[in-house]
């Protein structure tokens, strides 16, 4: 059975340093991989989606970055953070195809203060 | 225009009472239909998957209008267990869409 594990499940860091968020995924090939952030009361928002290594679709401009080393391995970045990055940080995978459902790993909980 | 428009609520109702909940999407070209339960502080988790009028999963219906553009979740008989927010998500090609979702506590 598929699994996705994310990590670390909580983090609290400082205004201006540096993110990585790691998302990892097993059980299956060539996943599409999404990060989203969720704002505290608000709905998800899809940050960036993938659909192979290398292959990264940004949905919103920000000081956010996402990679794929890996077939499944999905990572957000960033440089400097700010106190609007603050969320809660959902990895998912879907199945390569589209019109299939979509599963979530248990998230991160990130606070900048 | 928002991709996916739910009604907020709350819905706070009675234990074993019939609850509906409402999506609109404002894509036609959307080819399935996802209904999602998110727990506080937690991950969302698949509910029902809708792939044609709709489909039924013992206590909960979903019904499907593709002409209407519009997707409906009813919950039957509905027990403390069912508090939690509902998410309607219209899927097309790679992306999903999320609506900010339906909260509903249901009392004893």
């Known amino acids: 059975s598929q699994t996705i594990h994310q990590w670390p499940a909580t983090l609290v860091q400082p205004v201006g340093s540096p993110l990585s968020l790691e998302c990892t995924v097993e059980?299956?090939?060539?996943?599409?991989l999404y990060w989203y952030r969720q704002a505290a009361g608000r709905g998800l928002q899809l940050l960036f989606y993938?659909?192979?290594?290398?292959?990264i679709s940004s949905e919103v401009p920000q000081n956010l970055s996402a990679s794929r080393p890996q077939d499944r391995q999905f990572i957000l970045s960033s440089k400097k953070l700010l106190l609007s990055d603050s969320g809660f940080y959902l990895c998912?995978?879907?199945?390569?195809?589209?019109?299939?459902?979509?599963?979530f790993g248990p998230g991160t909980r990130l606070t900048v203060l | 225009r928002k991709e996916v428009e739910q009604d907020p609520g709350p819905f706070n109702v009675p234990e074993g009472a019939t609850v509906a909940f409402n999506c609109t999407y404002s894509?036609?070209?959307?080819?399935?239909f996802f209904w999602y339960r998110q727990d506080c502080r937690k991950e969302p988790k698949l509910l029902m998957s809708?792939?044609?009028s709709g489909n039924e999963d013992g206590r909960f219906t979903a019904q499907l209008n593709r002409a209407s553009q519009y997707i409906s979740l009813l919950i039957r008989d509905s027990k403390l267990s069912d508090s939690a927010t509902y998410l309607c998500?219209?899927?097309?090609?790679?992306?999903?869409?999320f609506g900010t979702g339906t909260s509903l506590t249901v009392i004893p």
């Open positions: 998912a995978w879907s199945p390569g195809q589209g019109g299939d459902t979509q599963y």
């Open positions: 059980g299956t090939s060539n996943p599409n």
């Open positions: 993938s659909v192979g290594i290398g292959q």
């Open positions: 894509n036609s070209a959307s080819q399935s």
């Open positions: 809708v792939y044609s």
């Open positions: 998500v219209p899927n097309t090609g790679n992306q999903f869409y």
